[in-house]
């Protein structure tokens, strides 16, 4: 009953002075909502580089064959032999070992053709062989038809996957599934037969922002490795599976291709980690955010050195009310809890104001930079219970004053 009558008492208080009230709110306002919205900004930001990252593969693993040193002997760097790279047998071998932790690998080969005919025009286009994993990591979306599967590979099928865009060049329908496709490469006439045909806008990790102006052209990776008589290779990329940690299994990779090589004197098997530089980087965003709501807090400390003040004018204005009060039976704990709870309802209705502000801002931002908008929870309720401490905190003194008032003198004043 006392807290309410309090309460009941500062909101009177606050509402004879309302210029005065909101002129000392400012330093809150400004400083919950400068927090909520450095927050809610970097929030957004964080998150819209985590999803750019995402669509670029950068949660993948790469496996790359690598010189032990920089330079050989001669201060020269060379390129691997055929026997220092991977064979399709164990790239295969690799998949079947780690089934359980690697969503899929992806490896290929490339070509080009200079002699496609589409339409009435001959067009050139980028030929890459590549297998079954590749359209999974590279997220390539299908429009129809499949994608190149183990069998085709296994088999060395002349099947090809072509983008929606060459097929409705050669088909205003865009059905060409099953029709044939013939490929000049290497200066040798190869016929395909399309199997399937992928959406060339939703491309991704090929050429700038996911468009190519070459199209691309898919067939087996072992098909390729036939044609370039190369059937080696000195990379590839690996997809973990959602539930495990990328950096355990980058470990676990190396040691794994480590025994493979161990024979290797020059040539060994690197894996780069780009999560680690993920997390790296959005480490150091979490740092330069905390640090800029330091600073923007500390308008937090000058707002409520503005409530003390303000509350000490506010003593000085009521003491012939506190000597009344007192003179009627008002103990020191209830004036000075009348004040506490007056700082405390301005700092509370500021913080308040401030989360709203601040939310707008960072919705306004977001959209504008056209970022998700991520709203912190825990950073909002944090703020307004820091904004009522300090209430609490810069309310004191001037509380604590008007409670050793001295009824009689306090009856005098003028």
């Known amino acids: 009953m006392l807290i309410w009558e309090n309460f009941l008492l500062a909101l009177v208080g606050i509402k004879s002075n309302k210029m005065r009230s909101l002129l000392t709110m400012l330093g809150i306002i400004i400083g919950i909502s400068a927090v909520i919205a450095i927050v809610s900004i970097g929030n957004s930001l964080s998150k ?30 060379e390129d691997p032999n055929p026997t220092d790279m991977l064979t399709l047998k164990q790239l295969l071998e690799f998949r079947e070992a780690f089934s359980d932790k690697v969503e899929a690998i ?71 599934i099953g029709k044939e496709l013939k490929l000049t490469i290497n200066e040798q006439m190869f016929a395909f037969t399309i199997v399937g045909i992928y959406d060339d806008k939703e491309k991704a990790g090929e050429g ?42 980058t470990s676990e990779i190396t040691d794994y291709f480590d025994e493979i090589y161990k024979a290797n004197k020059k040539w060994h098997c690197e894996v780069y980690n780009a999560q680690k530089d993920m997390d790296d980087l959005m480490g150091s965003m979490d740092k330069i955010k905390f640090a800029i709501a330091v600073i923007a807090g500390i308008s937090l400390l000058v707002g409520g050195i503005g409530v003390m003040n303000i509350m000490l004018v506010s003593v000085t204005e009521r003491t012939r009310e506190i000597g009344v009060r007192k003179a009627l039976g008002a103990k020191r704990g209830f004036i000075k809890t009348q004040f506490i709870v007056e700082a405390m309802i301005i700092c509370a209705i500021g913080g308040i104001i401030g989360v709203i502000l601040g939310l707008s801002i960072s919705v306004v931002v977001a959209m504008v930079m056209k970022n998700p908008v991520v709203i912190s929870i825990p950073t909002i309720i944090i703020s307004v219970l820091f904004s009522m401490s300090i209430g609490v905190f810069f309310g004191y003194y001037p509380a604590n004053k008007a409670s050793k008032l001295d009824p009689i003198e306090a009856l005098r004043y003028e």
């Not at 994993?133 to 072509?162: F, M, Q």
């Not at 072992?222 to 959602?242: A, C, L, R, W």
């Open 48 to 77: 819209s580089l985590e999803n750019d990252m995402k669509s670029w593969g950068m949660q993948n693993l790469s496996v790359n064959v690598a010189y032990r040193s920089v330079e050989n002997e001669e201060g020269m760097y």
């Open 106 to 176: 992806s490896f290929s080969k490339s070509g080009s053709s200079d002699g496609v005919r589409v339409g009435r025009s001959e067009v050139s286009v980028t030929v890459e062989g590549t297998n079954e994993g590749y359209s999974v990591i590279k997220k390539i979306k299908l429009n129809k038809g499949r994608y190149i599967n183990v069998g085709d590979i296994e088999r060395g099928a002349n099947i090809i996957v072509i983008p929606l865009s060459m097929a409705e060049k050669i088909n205003a329908s865009g059905d060409v």
């Open 208 to 249: 700038f922002m996911g468009y190519q102006d070459t199209p691309t052209v898919y067939i087996p990776v072992s098909v390729m490795g036939e044609i370039n008589n190369d059937m080696n290779y000195n990379y590839f990329d690996v997809m973990p599976k959602t539930s495990v940690d990328s950096n355990v299994l």
